[in-house]
């Protein structure tokens, strides 16, 4: 086969990319999931900023204004310590509530949301030092250098900016009262937060489209690959009914294989046939080894006839098995009492021809529950 076959040169088709979504290989961009994940907590500061600025000087409050004979006291200062312990759980739920929110919408805009189990397990190929090394001179890894030193840079810059933006604002803090200066002081800081983040949406405009574009490279196919693919999909429909018949007629064989090891073959008596073999040593309940209609059923009792397997004529119970158990399967409980009374008269009919007992007769009296004879 030539190079150029081998080069994985062609887009995926649908049945690889579902294939590669089951190994748990999408498009990722944690810079992006990281940058939805800060972008969420600065609005968190710009919506509850306020209410964070005075739930803290609450908290400020109680712990530094509790009087001198409270601070002796072990009760009052567990009450002191739930009060302000509950006031900082009001504080952190927003972000914790925005943050969880951020954590499952950014998998879901790149990739989707996808758990494999087959990446849990231990994989030896990860170890190979010689694709290590290939791994850290490949695109990528440049792309990712690329990427720290652009997210360095752009951070210092809005730092920089930053601080000379709220200078003079920063001196000042210690001028005004206190809760004027907690609440100038955090609008300062829920500011600088959201413009820092959104420093890192440069980044992701970079990192997404990049992401993208080498998980489609990960996943593309050679010629080859795709040639088979349409092999296997593209079957046509004589083709396909061919192979069904060659099953069925392999399973038939199987099944008519195992006639002889019957112990009984109960009849409807021509449209139906069954066969059941029950050991008490190894078997919990009587077992159906084949069964079939028409002119499969024929082909059960000619083999039943030439290795002289008992044939009994129980329409009910023959079309109750039939319908309700499938091969190799134990028949329903509810027909344990019918088959007993069959495999005793076979037993019976056993020893009759060793002329150990009577010729036994066929019971009349076999009971076939009627909902399950159809």
């Known amino acids: 086969m030539s190079e150029d076959s081998q080069e994985r040169t062609e887009e995926a088709t649908p049945k690889r990319q579902q294939e590669s979504k089951e190994k748990g290989v999408v498009a990722r961009s944690k810079d992006f999931n990281t940058m939805l994940l800060l972008i969420f907590a600065g609005v968190g500061f710009l919506c509850f900023g306020n209410m964070i600025a005075v739930d803290c000087l609450k908290i400020f409050t109680i712990a530094f204004g509790a009087e001198d004979i409270n601070v002796m006291e072990t009760q009052a200062m567990f009450t002191i310590l739930r009060e302000a312990g509950s006031l900082g759980v009001s504080i952190l739920t927003p972000f914790l509530i925005l943050c969880v929110v951020a954590c499952f919408l950014g998998p879901l805009l790149v990739g989707s949301i996808n758990l494999s189990i087959q990446n849990v397990g231990l994989k030896f190929d990860r170890l190979d030092p010689i694709k290590g090394l290939s791994k850290i001179f490949s695109m990528k890894s440049m792309m990712e250098l690329v990427k720290s030193i652009l997210k360095l840079v752009l951070v210092s810059a809005f730092c920089i900016l930053l601080f000379y933006m709220f200078f ?56 080859q690959e795709v040639k088979d693919e349409l092999k296997e999909s593209d079957v046509r429909p004589e083709v396909k009914n061919k192979l069904l018949k060659i099953q069925r007629d392999i399973s038939r064989q199987r099944m008519m294989s195992n006639v002889p090891e019957a112990d009984v073959i109960i009849t409807n008596p021509t449209h139906f046939a069954v066969a059941i073999k029950y050991d008490d040593k190894k078997m919990k309940a009587p077992k159906l080894l084949a069964k079939g209609a028409d002119n499969i059923a024929e082909k059960i009792r000619q083999v039943a006839k030439h290795h002289e397997i008992p044939i009994v004529q129980i329409p009910m119970l023959s079309r109750a098995i039939y319908y309700n158990t499938e091969i190799d399967q134990e028949i329903p409980s509810r027909l344990y009492v019918a088959c007993a009374q069959v495999l005793a008269y076979v037993y019976k009919l056993k020893m009759f021809k060793k002329g150990k007992a009577s010729k036994p007769k066929l019971p009349t009296n076999i009971n076939v529950p009627k909902d399950m004879v159809k």
Do not use: G, R, W
């Open 168 to 223: 003079e604002e920063i001196l000042h803090l210690s001028q005004p009262m206190v809760t004027s200066a907690i609440v100038k002081f955090f609008n300062i800081v829920e500011f600088s937060f959201f413009i820092l983040c959104s420093s890192l949406v440069i980044i992701s405009m970079i990192d997404v489209p990049f992401q993208i574009y080498e998980h489609h490279k990960q996943i593309k196919m050679t010629k």
